[in-house]
């Protein structure tokens, strides 16, 4: 990767850029063509990693996870500079990720940069195409991660999906010091609905380590689950045929399916 | 475009695809590589007009709205004679569009062709990125049609939505046919939430056409608001900062964001 040649173009602009799953595949053009037009690239290792070649003759500020607040922070005092720089996140940028923290510093240090968002394939995209059809009907994205938000209030959001008959989409389902969240949201659904009900895992989608596995809240094992997995937990009419996991919309009431 | 020249290649495969958006910055290159390397594309008008430039030199088999069931069955026909056969479906058609009813469809007529689903930028990932940063905290999409499910579940799963405090996504908010669900929802937020609560719209996002705002609850126009239009609702944490809807993650609570 280049070194800095120390030129200010004058851009002053910060690009929030998604870097989809990680095959180039299902990064869009948007996204590709923000990262070439950058001065510098600002994002954290394993992302930058998975568009290594996209971003091959660029400067490179990279760092280490759960460092966000510094590294925005980092990234605007670079685009102040009159550079154009690109900040990765992983999946989409605007679905739990980093565009609104961007937002939020801008506000809080009146910052003048300009701020484009590039949307990205999500985590809850590239699971669902990975799964079948689960996202068919209405459904619930809620994080299990407790470290900004209260337990209280995560619970209570999955209680009130389970009982409405929401599919749930889980980001964030477990991490090494987070365990045991996983298995009471199984045991909050179980108290509405089968243990028929279809469940779905997907680990690194597009990745080398890709894990895909279809099965239901009676058999599903979560030991292969982990911050880099994203589940899926079908409604009350979900099914699985062929080891897909799919959320019928409604069509077989209204029409002749056959 | 092209007129079949009667070959078969053998290849009984049915890609279903996304165009995304509209603009193919936002087509991934995993479904430009799907359309390029079908025999036949397959699809509602609208949605192939936007990709017209990709799928130039295709066989194309186009049919009006309101007739998913038709063309899937169309699909798999013409994929069971051999060929390969792009279904395009707007967005992503993973998330309330073509994948499940394929299918649905398959095991139903245990067909045997291959079925290939390939992610796509849906509208709410497009409309998140237009309006700021609305998607950081659990949200719920609900599709306000009910042409498919009962409005009495379609209102239980939107105050499950709005007692739970979630970002709310709305699709097909509305139609020429169906003017009031949105008001009832908007009503339905306003006995929860106050009514400088946020509330975003984007219609046909990155066309021509395209329309974005950004309002209160209290002030929002619904007159602009059709079947191309996503709707966001803020939870009780989301704000309005230059222009831009932003839901906070909760990291203000935990760090020095100045």
Chains 1, 2 share one sequence.
Request: charged content about 25%; hydrophobic content about 40%; proline content about 3%.
């Amino acid at each position: 990767m280049a070194t800095d040649n120390g030129s200010s173009s004058g851009n002053n602009i910060l690009s929030v850029v998604g870097t989809g799953p990680g095959d180039l595949d299902y990064l869009i053009p948007a996204a590709r063509k923000a990262l070439e037009q950058a001065d510098v690239i600002v994002g954290y290792r394993t992302y930058l990693d998975l568009i290594a070649e996209v971003i091959d003759d660029k400067k490179v500020v990279s760092s280490s996870m759960m460092q966000e607040v510094d590294r925005v922070k980092q990234a605007f005092d670079l685009a102040e500079t009159g550079k154009h720089v690109a900040l990765v996140s992983g999946g989409d940028p605007g679905i739990y990720a980093m565009a609104g923290l961007v937002y939020e510093i801008a506000e809080l240090r009146e910052i003048k940069t300009e701020i484009r968002v590039v949307a990205g394939i999500a985590a809850l995209n590239s699971c669902a195409e990975r799964l079948g059809a689960p996202l068919m009907h209405d459904f619930a994205a809620i994080s299990l991660s407790d470290l900004l938000t209260p337990w209280e209030l995560i619970e209570k959001r999955v209680r009130a999906a389970v009982d409405a008959d929401f599919v749930l989409v889980i980001y964030n389902p477990k991490s090494k010091k987070r365990d045991w969240q996983l298995g009471k949201v199984f045991e909050m659904v179980l108290n509405k609905r089968p243990g028929s009900t279809p469940v779905g895992m997907v680990r690194g989608a597009t990745r080398e380590n890709e894990e895909v596995s279809v099965a239901t809240l009676d058999d599903f094992d979560t030991a292969g689950v982990d911050m880099q997995t994203t589940v899926i937990i079908g409604n009350s009419t979900t099914f699985i045929s062929n080891g897909k996991m799919i959320t019928p919309r409604g069509y077989g009431a209204k029409y002749q399916l056959i």
